[in-house]
């Protein structure tokens, strides 16, 4: 009687008092505290970067762009990853991604690329962990026309080092900043650099516009090149205002350039176009030569002529540094009467018919020479010459322009550049183009 009735297995007996119910214990209490810590313990093991510390990634990433591709190239970065993961947006149609890269392998270059596009490449490393590195990323723009530079990674990190445009090769904005970091590359180069393989003929800068006070006086008067334009395309044969790249160390040729045996190095630069017009001189006369012309008083400060140097002082206005450009020292002939040569070292001038074309043509044989003045390969260098010489005004019309060689058939005459790019001569009074040309160190 005392101990009840129960059923093997049930929770429940029949005793005195009646039915009682016997409940299970509870479970041992969860310990939720030590279970999140040790989850988010896991998830850090698992996102950290297997090499401790800061993620690491490829070193010196370059983007080079081509027609429609873009290479790709790093450095390893030492660690024990396995692999390289690339992606690029927006997408290319063909192009599966992601890459894959082995390790060993630090270049990679992606085709089937649409020309004009930006593209933005993400490289990653891949660890065996299944650990990706966030990624390090380049821009490039592929288009036609491009001719890489081979066997040469410039320890500069040029953003963009086949690029024509000087300022998207640096990765700047500004004009300004582009004739820094030209500079910057030319005289203070880092290991390994060479400007010459970076920098070449047909580059170019765009100044966004140009405003020059007239000389002798500064009024509209014509043949007095006042002017205020804006840069713009002039189809089929470039910008008005483009700055471009015409020579490379040209007035430094092994030293051979007498004027110049310890010059510095440099890239000459002239304008693609014309933007005003100019006389060389009021009066149909050569006599003084360039030395004495009133177009060397419009372009570069004379000593003891006030109001000269109108055409620099805008230049520098519109971006290009003048403690950056270099003085070389050349020599002109004087002119009919002169039986010598005048020194001219002014850092914005005119060029000879000689470093146009070559040879003193429709210029004074005696006087000027090779060990004289230098020679724009720009011209010269397996290029079609007449075309590369034919420069047009603002609105697109091919124009004659002035060069600092006195005619020697005619003491009346200046040398010039023909409409058709050939070699030619114009009264000295007339109101003909320009293009000047200057030198950055």
């Known amino acids: 009687m005392g101990r009840g009735l129960g059923f093997e297995g049930w929770p429940f007996r029949f005793g005195k008092g009646g039915l ?59 660690v024990d990853y396995t692999a390289v993961e690339i992606t690029f947006s927006p997408a290319a149609g063909g192009v599966t991604q992601p890459i894959t890269v082995a390790r060993g392998t ?14 933005t490449f ?61 500079h910057l590359l030319i005289s203070t180069p880092e290991p390994g650099d060479d400007f010459t393989a970076i920098i070449r003929t047909g580059d170019y800068i765009d100044l ?20 205020t334009v804006p840069d713009a395309e002039l189809t089929g044969h470039g910008r008005l205002l483009r700055l471009i790249v015409v020579g490379i160390n040209s007035f430094k040729t092994g030293g051979a350039v007498v004027n110049n045996p310890g010059a510095p190095p ?30 060397r008083k419009y372009l570069a400060p004379v ?41 001219i070292d002014d850092k914005l001038f005119l060029p000879t018919a000689r470093e146009m074309f070559g040879s003193a043509s429709n210029s004074n044989t005696t006087y000027e020479r090779d060990n004289n003045q230098g020679r724009l390969e720009y011209y010269l ?25 006195p005619a020697s058939s005619n003491a009346a005459l200046f040398c010039s550049v023909y409409t058709s790019g050939v070699s030619y001569t114009n009264d000295a009074s007339d109101a003909r183009g320009f293009a000047p040309v200057f030198c950055v160190k």
């Open 208 to 227: 966004p516009s140009l405003t020059v006070a007239g000389y002798p006086t500064d009024d509209a008067t014509s043949g007095y090149g006042k002017f």
């Open 122 to 182: 993400t490289v990653k490393l891949v660890y065996s962990s299944g650990y990706k590195s966030p990624g390090t990323t380049k821009t490039a723009t592929p288009a036609s026309g491009y001719t890489p530079i081979s066997g040469y990674t410039p320890a500069y990190l040029l953003p963009d080092p086949t690029n024509t445009n000087i300022a998207a090769k640096f990765g700047v904005s500004t004009v300004s900043d582009a004739f820094t970091k030209l």
């Open 381 to 405: 260098s397996g290029n079609d010459g007449n075309a590369f010489r034919t420069k047009y005004n603002s609105g697109n019309t091919a124009t004659a322009y002035w060069e600092a060689s």
């Open 266 to 295: 440099h890239v000459v630069f002239q304008f693609q176009n014309l933007p005003g017009t100019h006389r060389m001189n009021d009066t149909n006369t050569n006599v003084g030569g360039y030395k004495d012309s009133e177009m």
């Open 20 to 78: 009682k119910i016997f409940l299970p214990p509870p479970p041992p209490p969860v310990r939720f505290g030590l279970k999140l810590s040790i989850l988010i313990a896991l998830i850090a093991a698992l996102t950290a970067c297997p090499t401790g510390g800061d993620p690491v990634e490829v070193g010196s990433l370059t983007a080079a762009p081509a027609d429609g591709a873009v290479t790709l190239t790093w450095t390893d970065p030492g």
């Open 303 to 343: 000593d003891g002529v006030g109001g000269s140097g109108n055409f620099l002082t805008g230049l520098t206005a519109a971006g290009v540094p003048e403690s950056v450009l270099w003085a070389p020292s050349r020599r002109v002939w004087g002119g009919s009467t002169s039986t010598t040569e005048d020194t």
């Open 106 to 119: 630090n270049t990679y270059p992606i085709s089937g690329l649409a020309n004009g596009t930006a593209y």
